[in-house]
């Protein structure tokens, strides 16, 4: 079955271009983001993977390691890499999963059979630092992905996590948030005091920090 909300990212073992990976111990007690790509030397890849190498200081800043994965071999990996830099103006900066097996594509379901037998899909996991998933994402090989929005997601999950609040539609770092519907009237009073009520449902607040 699908890896689903909730479930622990499974642990593995592999060879990535920054040596072997055991994963749950490369994340430590961080939050992880590891992210599949159809093939090496695939023109949408090659864009993503300089994209994520640019945004590695937000991922840094957001104490969440990145890990990618391709399911080729580390010298197609390494040769990809020079490409990658010359393309994109940045190498890869973080793990790049070989994977020429499926060992790891098959454990996350990163393979969909009906669109491809050999290619994984563009998955993404995000997991928060007890390894469970928290955000799966699943997107067509022609479809690049919008690594800011996973940076968005990022942010919205480590607020919620420390503030019982949730965010609302294309919501942004230091916009008003959502007071969550298990807060009573009472507790958010002394906890977000002056909050706003747009339905008995639904409350606003600021950002807390
Ligand atoms: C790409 O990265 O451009 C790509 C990979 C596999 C299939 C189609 C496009």
């Not at 939050?31 to 640019?54: K, M, N, Q, Y």
């Not at 973080?94 to 594509?105: G, N, R, S, T, W």
């Not at 997601?153 to 420390?162: C, E, F, N, P, Y």
Request: hydrophobic share 35%.
């Amino acid at each position: 079955m699908a890896l689903q909300l909730g479930d622990e990212a499974p642990d593995f073992t592999a060879d990535s271009t920054e040596g072997e990976i055991h994963f749950h111990e490369y994340l430590g007690d961080g939050w992880g983001v590891l992210f599949s790509h159809p093939a090496d030397f695939t023109p949408v890849c090659t864009t993503e993977l300089g994209r994520v190498a640019e945004l590695k200081p937000e991922f840094d800043q957001r104490n969440t390691r990145v890990v990618g994965l391709s399911v080729d071999g580390l010298i197609d990996h390494a040769t990809w890499n020079d490409d990658i830099e010359e393309v994109t103006g940045h190498r890869l900066n973080f793990p790049l999963v070989a994977d020429p097996d499926h060992k790891v594509a098959d454990i996350y379901g990163m393979i969909h059979p009906n669109a491809s037998d050999t290619m994984t899909v563009r998955s993404v996991f995000v997991i928060v630092p007890d390894k469970k998933v928290k955000l799966t994402l699943t997107y067509p090989a022609a479809t690049g992905r919008d690594f800011s929005e996973i940076l968005r997601v990022i942010d919205s999950l480590q607020l919620t996590a420390k503030h019982k609040v949730a965010t609302p539609a294309d919501w942004r770092q230091g916009e008003d948030v959502i007071i969550t519907t298990a807060v009573s009237d009472d507790e958010a009073k002394e906890r977000f005091p002056g909050y706003e009520t747009v339905k008995p449902y639904l409350r606003k607040t600021p950002q807390p920090s």
